[in-house]
Structure formats: C-alpha cells, structure tokens
Nanobody
Framework: QLQLVESGGGLVQPGGSLRLSCEIS????????IGWFRQAPGKEREGVSC????????YYADSVKGRFTISRDNAKNTVYLQMNGTKPEDAAVYYC???????????????????WGQGTQVAVSS
C-alpha cells in the first residue's frame, strides 16, 4: 500500500531556510507525480508545488516561485521541498500527496492526488 511520510518541519526565522522531505513506500517513486500542499489555520488547503512522473516537470504557485524548489531522489524514494527566503505567510501544515496516473502532467489540484501524508508543521517566526 502506498504511504507518504513528511518530515523536516519546524520553526524557522523569516528569511531562513528549511527542507521538507516526503518519503514514499509501497510504490516506485519514479512512476508517481508528487505535489506539496499547505494549510494555514483558518484557511483552505492550497497547492505549493508539484513534480511530474517521468518528465520531472515542475510547477510552483506564484506565492513561492523563486523561493521554493521541489526535487526528487528516486533512489531514496523521497521528494524534497527546499524552502528559502521564508515569510510569515509560509507558516502552515505541509502535506505531500501522490498521483499514480502514469505520465500525467502535475497540477496543483487536490483532486489529482489519491494518496496523502499526515503533514508536517512549519512555523515562521523571529
């Protein structure tokens, strides 16, 4: 059974960096599209970034473009979200999600993803 486990969350100062990890088990990462989503208190969950299977095409929300980088290490079955230049509005619970439809271009739409992790908390404060 496909499972996702996020890690790497914590407290970071504004302008600082944090790297989130999403480890996948029960499936081959290379065949999966992976998305990162976040949900702040009182707000709806929003898409942050995604990476497609096979082509490794990436996509970013405008709010994080130029600051966040998504990458994958298929050998480790892990996807990363490097967060640089963090802002207070980046504080949220971050979720990774998997799309098992092969070769589908990733999008930041929750309906595309069938499997979800439990989330990791990111706090941004001085």
């Amino acid at each position: 059974q496909l499972q996702l486990v996020e890690s790497g969350g914590g407290l970071v100062q504004p302008g600082g960096s944090l790297r989130l990890s999403c480890e996948i088990s029960g499936f081959t990462l290379a065949w999966l599209g992976i998305g990162w989503f976040r949900q702040a208190p009182g707000k709806e969950r929003e898409g942050v970034s995604c990476i497609s299977s096979s082509t490794d095409t990436t996509y970013y929300a405008d709010s994080v473009k130029g600051r966040f980088t998504i990458s994958r290490d298929n050998a480790k079955n892990t996807v990363y979200l490097q967060m640089n230049g963090t802002k207070p509005e980046d504080a949220a619970v971050y979720y990774c999600a998997a799309d098992d439809v092969l070769l589908r271009r990733c999008m930041l739409s929750e309906s595309q993803y069938r499997y979800w992790g439990q989330g990791t908390q990111v706090a941004v404060s001085s």
